[in-house]
């Protein structure tokens, strides 16, 4: 994205084409790579959250005693 942005204010020859020739395409690139990177970026907070989700639910008792008797069956 930062290259695209550098090529369209320096108006830098990317290929043998200049950003005038080819109208909407700056802003049309610009636009799909921070949607993307929004997404990318959603989609790791995500990551995280069902990680670390995993790694509490793994760590915990399976049952929890509330009280212990001592209780002896007498044969």
């Excluded at 990177?37 to 915990?60: F, P, V």
Aim: no cysteine.
């Amino acid at each position: 994205m930062v290259f695209f942005i550098v090529q369209k204010f320096a108006n830098l020859s990317f290929m043998g084409v200049q950003p005038e020739d080819a109208k909407g395409f700056f802003a049309l690139v610009v636009i799909i790579l921070f949607f993307s990177g929004l997404n990318l970026l959603a989609l790791g907070i995500i990551g995280e959250y069902i990680g670390r989700s995993y790694k509490e639910i793994k760590s915990r008792l399976r049952f929890v005693i509330e009280k212990k008797i001592n209780f002896k069956i007498n044969q």
